[in-house]
């Protein structure tokens, strides 16, 4: 069984920062990838970025230049700096791993429950 557990949304008023991590645990026998999600109020669940095993990134267009994903391997943890963040940055952000339990098992998407973001004054 593979648990996230996600921390660090809050309140924070535009142009402020967050971090959030997310910290995987349980019968992990590697990682392939590990990213950020989000879905506002009445939309879908976006991505926001993602990183590789290898440290390729990727990110939504919304949010280049602000937000960085980075992970440590050693803690399987992904982390997520939102800098200069926006009411539209307001959300629920979810973090997502594509992971397998055994060796030469088929990788399976792993969800957290999610941390709220909410950017307002």
């Known amino acids: 069984q593979v648990q996230l557990v996600e921390s660090g949304g809050g309140l924070v008023q535009p142009g402020g920062s967050l971090r959030l991590s997310c910290t995987a645990s349980?019968?992990?026998?590697?990682?392939?990838?590990m990213g950020w999600y989000r879905q506002a109020p009445g939309k879908q669940r976006e991505l926001v970025a993602a990183?590789?095993?290898?440290?390729?990134?990727d990110y939504a267009d919304s949010v280049k230049g602000r937000f960085t994903i980075s992970r440590d391997n050693a803690k399987n943890t992904v982390y997520l700096q939102t800098d200069n963040l926006k009411p539209e940055d307001t959300a629920v952000y979810y973090c997502?791993?594509?992971?397998?339990?055994?060796?030469?098992?088929?990788?399976?998407?792993?969800w957290g429950k999610g941390t709220l973001v909410t950017v307002s004054s």
């Open positions: 997502a791993i594509d992971a397998r339990i055994r060796s030469g098992g088929s990788y399976y998407r792993y």
């Open positions: 349980g019968s992990i026998f590697s990682i392939i990838a």
């Open positions: 990183i590789t095993s290898g440290g390729m990134t």
